[in-house]
């Protein structure tokens, strides 16, 4: 479908057209159906060749997608499948075509036309393949028509060659639709769950991300971080400098815990959720974040000093996010109370115990 496909939208089309099997079965049935009824009224058994390996495909093409040990070939699969299909159809109307049964020619040639139809509204996701079934089909019917009728080939090479041009401009306009559609709406996901001014996640985005986090059976902590004298930068210097603030600390959270969630609840309040196997190991990630908020600032109106306090809890996947972010929020109390500049681990048995940055 072209580099220039945005991988994620990529997926979503070819998922798309690998998952929609219902049209694939009806077309095969289809050819397949007028093939054995070419048989019957020719007794020519390369038809019931034909009808077979239809089947066959269709049957390959239904169950890469299902079965695990063809998952990693699966759009192989659906690509070279479509292509086998589109060459019976060619072939079954291209042998039809020879004959002189005048009512199977119409039934084949009327086939072939619903099948490039149902290619151009469906297939324009893989526009080239698309293409070269069109081709194949198209092709069956002009070879038997050229050897009926050699004096109609320069007419039917120019249709031909006018027709494919045709079929591949709107599939590649369809495919350009598609495309800027589902660009959109993962754009605008993204920014649902974003936060606009800084750019992490809001509370929405990290609800969702844990749960991503959470089935990979992580052991995760979660940080209920506040920044110490944000209220005084933006007294002293003005809430566009505040803005920049909050903008340079969601930075230095992202350069600091590349692996984690981390997500702005407002104000100067953020929330970090990233693996942890064991309290100390939290309590240091912690005092990480702390150092890294307490270094000096540069905003375009002067420069700014600001510190943090962290709350830490674990997350637990039978509770869920909300009861951990209660609970790093009482231990972030605590570290308030104790003097700001530090974190507090939360302890379910004794409470809460400190551990200063």
Known sequence: MGADVPV??????????ASSTVPVIFASLNSAFVAVIAFFRSGNRIFLLFALIDILGLSLRVAAPRLKIM????????????????????????????????????LSV?????????IISRNYVTPRMGLA???VIDLGFKISFGISHPEFLPVILLQGVIFCGIVDWMMRQQLATSVQAISSELESRRQALLD???GVLNRRGLH??????????????LFYLDLDGFKQVNDRLGHGAGDDLLRQVAKRLEATEPGAAICRLGGDEFLILAPSHHAQEAVRTASR????MSMPYNTDVGPANVGASIGISFVNMEEGLDRAMKEADAALYRAKDAGRGRA????PESGCSRASA
């Not at 994620?8 to 057209?17: F, G, I, K, S």
């Open 8 to 17: 994620d939208v990529r997926m979503r089309l070819y998922a798309a057209l």
């Open 71 to 106: 998952k990693t070939f699966a759009s192989d699969v659906v690509i070279l499948t479509g292509l086998l299909w589109a060459l019976m159809v060619g072939l079954n109307t291209m042998m039809i075509g020879i004959g002189d049964d005048t009512a199977m020619i119409v």
């Open 110 to 118: 009327a086939s072939a036309l619903g099948c490039c139809a149902g």
């Open 133 to 135: 079934q069109v081709i």
């Open 196 to 198: 606009p001014l800084t």
């Open 208 to 221: 969702e991300r844990a749960q991503h986090m959470m089935a990979k059976q992580q052991l995760l902590a």
């Open 289 to 292: 974040m702390i150092r890294a």
């Open 344 to 347: 507090v681990l939360h302890e």
